[in-house]
């Protein structure tokens, strides 16, 4: 999230303690989180002193080896916001992102995964070459680049389940 980078700001989930209400303010327009995090004394453009992103100079190391691509820059629920702040979230992003490693981003992970056509939309139009979801699966040649599917492995999965994960064998070795 190209706005917490090399910054004191944090990320706006991080001051929700409740469980429910984090799920609550994921399904409520845009303005309205805003809002109600504000009441819980967050602000997305507060410097808390410490940080919880990487600085500029990490991000750069880590974009000599590794491809650094576009998470928007506030992780905003985007099909609960408006079209104008949705498509300034990316391009922006983009544009900063840009700024920070020298190299455009050609992909985009939906902030939870959460996206409607709209969001496909606007991502494509902001020159982005696919965008992630959360959706679990594996993705043939005609899949749709902006509603990409992921495998979903956990941290403490094994070098073979990674692969079987990968090789898309991990399904039936667990149902048989």
């Not at 929700?16 to 309205?32: G, Q």
């Not at 820059?73 to 992003?93: F, G, K, L, M």
């Not at 679990?136 to 990674?162: C, F, M, Q, T, W």
Request: glycine fraction near 6%; proline fraction near 5%.
């Amino acid at each position: 999230c190209t706005s917490v980078v090399g910054t004191g700001r944090h990320f706006w989930w991080t001051h929700v303690t409740d469980a429910a209400e984090l799920e609550a303010l994921k399904r409520v327009p845009d303005a309205d989180r805003v809002r109600r995090l504000r009441a819980l004394g967050y602000d997305s453009d507060t410097e808390y002193g410490e940080r919880q992103a990487m600085s500029d100079q990490e991000l750069r190391e880590l974009a000599t080896v590794a491809d650094v691509e576009s998470h928007t820059r506030v992780h905003p629920i985007r099909p609960a916001c408006t079209d104008e702040y949705a498509s300034q979230e990316v391009n922006d992003s983009a544009n900063e992102l840009e700024g920070l490693v020298g190299t455009r981003p050609r992909a985009l992970a939906y902030p939870n995964g959460d996206h409607t056509p709209r969001d496909a939309r606007q991502v494509r139009e902001a020159g982005y070459a696919c965008a992630f979801t959360l959706e679990p699966g594996y993705n043939l040649h005609s899949a749709d680049r902006y509603g990409v599917k992921r495998i979903l492995i956990g941290d403490e999965a094994s070098p073979a389940e990674l692969v079987a994960c990968a090789s898309g064998t991990y399904p039936l070795l667990v149902r048989y």
